[in-house]
């Protein structure tokens, strides 16, 4: 496996109210489509996957959304992508290795732009931030 391309096709984010209280935040990332594509590396075609992704951040209760869609590239062997799109055609899933590698890029890229929109709008980080915690000392 090796992912040669990773490319943000969409990228929207909505503040629809001012947040306020207690809020929720909902992250969830899905593959949409897996295709055979060619790949150019210089003057050479290699066979290669296009999938395609869509993550979302969801700020409950209706406070906004971040929706943030592309598409990652992985150049791999005929037989291997034969594999993985008769497995996608059927059970619409990757295979384990597969699905890792392409999960953790996601996060790894999604997560950080999802950051990046979320302070523009002035709305709480997406993902929990660390935190230093205030040590309390015993009293004698």
Do not use: H
């Not at 897996?34 to 066979?47: A, C, P």
């Not at 869609?69 to 597969?98: A, F, H, Q, R």
């Amino acid at each position: 496996m090796a992912m040669v391309g990773f490319n943000f096709t969409k990228i929207s984010a909505e503040r629809k109210a001012i947040p306020r209280g207690k809020l929720g935040v909902k992250n969830n990332v899905s593959i949409k489509e897996v295709e055979k594509t060619d790949l150019f590396l210089g003057s050479l075609k290699q066979n290669g996957l296009k999938i395609l992704f869509e993550f979302r951040s969801i700020y409950e209760p209706k406070i906004g959304e971040i929706l943030l869609e592309g598409e990652i590239l992985d150049m791999e062997d005929e037989k291997i992508i034969e594999d993985v799109l008769k497995g996608w055609k059927k059970s619409k899933k990757l295979p384990d290795g597969l699905m890792n590698m392409v999960i953790n890029s996601i996060l790894g890229r999604c997560n950080i732009q999802a950051l990046i929109m979320s302070k523009e709008l002035n709305m709480p980080p997406p993902i929990p931030m660390p935190k230093v915690a205030q040590q309390q000392t015993a009293q004698k």
